[in-house]
Structures are given as structure tokens and as C-alpha cells.
T-cell receptor
Framework: GESVGLHLPTLSVQEGDNSIINCAYS??????FIWYKQESGKGPQFIID?????DKRQGQRVTVLLNKTVKHLSLQIAATQPGDSAVYFC????????????FGAGTRLFVKA | GAVVSQHPSRVICKSGTSVKIECRSL??????MFWYRQFPKQSLMLMAT?????????EQGVEKDKFLINHASLTLSTLTVTSAHPEDSSFYIC??????????????FGSGTQLSVL
């Protein structure tokens, strides 16, 4: 379903620590999932994606985990840097006509120097 | 990667006027584009799917006559907010898929348009 209008939860981490951002998705028929990073006043920026036939995918400093049983996604950022401070959204692509991409609620990440 | 250009980045208008926002795919053709709306500190809400050469598909609760979408070419979709009111003030973002790209499902986003209606 559509993301509801909730205020964003916040995660605060120390520079150099690892960050884990969680997301629950809504449609068990979704077959493709994406994490986006959004800085203030800008459009979302692609970070990493994963298909529904996988449970883990790694990128540069980032890892996405997918648990289809409980419809849960997580984004792990290693050695978090001040430049990682932003709002992070998970998104799911519906495997239905129109192939819409629906965004989750989002998490604001603060990195303390 | 594919580039989506959105213009203007910021617009201030008087209540009752109409505002047009343009979304262009610069280095690929986009038969389908998506328009999102985002209120402060909230997530992106899908408004409509813009289809080249045909009518847009609107999400439930989105007024078709208020938010006019035109997708006249494979590289351009426009969103016109008609008779804008202060409650239409929001951040509007367009996106598109490059179906010829390495990952067809990946959405590329414009930089967004901040609309302020006085």
C-alpha cells in the first residue's frame, strides 16, 4: 500500500560506526526493492537494489538484506561518514500492471563527528 | 547513469494561478514517467503515472483536473498544477525508467520542484 504521512524516525550514529536502517514493505507480490538516499531539497539518489530472488546484496560500504518471510528490508552502511547524513527510503516495485514504485516511510540518519 | 532533468527547481506563485513543471529524460527515452509529491519530513507519495501518447493514470485521491499531466514525447512529461492553492505547496518530483538500461526497473529521479503558493 501507499506510505502513510508519518514523521520520519531518526537514527543517530557516531562517525566510523556501522548503521542499520530498517524498513517494512507492504506488498508480498513486489519483486524488486531499492534503497534511496535523499538530501534536503533534492530528488532521491539510488544506493542499492535487490531482486526478490535474493536475500543479500553488497555494494561499496552498503549491504541490503531482504527477508521475504516477514517483508523486511534493511540497509547496512559500514564505517558511516558525515556525508551519509540524509533521509533514507526503501521502495518496492509492484509486480503488477503499471509497475509502480512505492516508497516506505523513510529514516533520517544523523552522523555525529 | 540515466539523467532526468526537472525544471523549475523552485517556484512561488499566487493563489489561483497555474504552474507548469517539466520533466525531461536527457539521454534516454521514457515511455513512462512517474510524478511524486512530498510534504516536509514525509515520504514520497505517488501521484500519477505519465504515459507517452496516452492519458495519465492517477492514484486514488489525486484530482485529475487539478494536476494535469501531458506526456507528448518520449523525453518530456509536464505536470500542471491548476488554480493552485496554499495546500498545493509541496515538493514535486518526477522519475523515469530507462528500459534500455542495465536495470530496467531502476527509477531515476529529477531534482524536484519546490512549489510555494501564497
Amino acid at each position: 500500500g501507499e506510505s502513510v504521512g508519518l514523521h520520519l524516525p531518526t537514527l543517530s550514529v557516531q562517525e566510523g560506526d556501522n548503521s542499520i536502517i530498517n524498513c517494512a514493505y507492504s506488498n508480498s507480490a513486489s519483486d524488486y526493492f531499492i534503497w534511496y538516499k535523499q538530501e534536503s531539497g533534492k530528488g532521491p539518489q539510488f544506493i542499492i537494489d535487490i531482486r526478490s530472488n535474493m536475500d543479500k546484496r553488497q555494494g561499496q560500504r552498503v549491504t541490503v538484506l531482504l527477508n521475504k518471510t516477514v517483508k523486511h528490508l534493511s540497509l547496512q552502511i559500514a564505517a558511516t561518514q558525515p556525508g551519509d547524513s540524509a533521509v533514507y527510503f526503501c521502495a518496492e516495485k509492484e509486480n503488477t500492471g503499471g509497475f509502480k514504485t512505492i516508497f516506505g516511510a523513510g529514516t533520517r540518519l544523523f552522523v555525529k563527528a | 547513469g540515466a539523467v532526468v532533468s526537472q525544471h523549475p527547481s523552485r517556484v512561488i506563485c499566487k493563489s489561483g494561478t497555474s504552474v507548469k513543471i517539466e520533466c525531461r529524460s536527457l539521454d534516454f527515452q521514457a515511455t513512462t514517467m512517474f510524478w511524486y509529491r512530498q510534504f516536509p519530513k514525509q515520504s514520497l507519495m505517488l501521484m500519477a503515472t505519465s504515459n507517452e501518447g496516452s492519458k495519465a493514470t492517477y492514484e486514488q485521491g489525486v484530482e485529475k483536473d487539478k494536476f494535469l499531466i501531458n506526456h507528448a514525447s518520449l523525453t518530456l512529461s509536464t505536470l500542471t498544477v491548476t488554480s493552485a492553492h496554499p495546500e498545493d505547496s509541496s515538493f514535486y518530483i518526477c522519475s523515469a525508467r530507462d528500459l534500455q538500461g542495465a536495470t530496467r526497473e531502476k527509477l531515476f529521479f529529477g531534482s524536484g520542484t519546490q512549489l510555494s503558493v501564497l
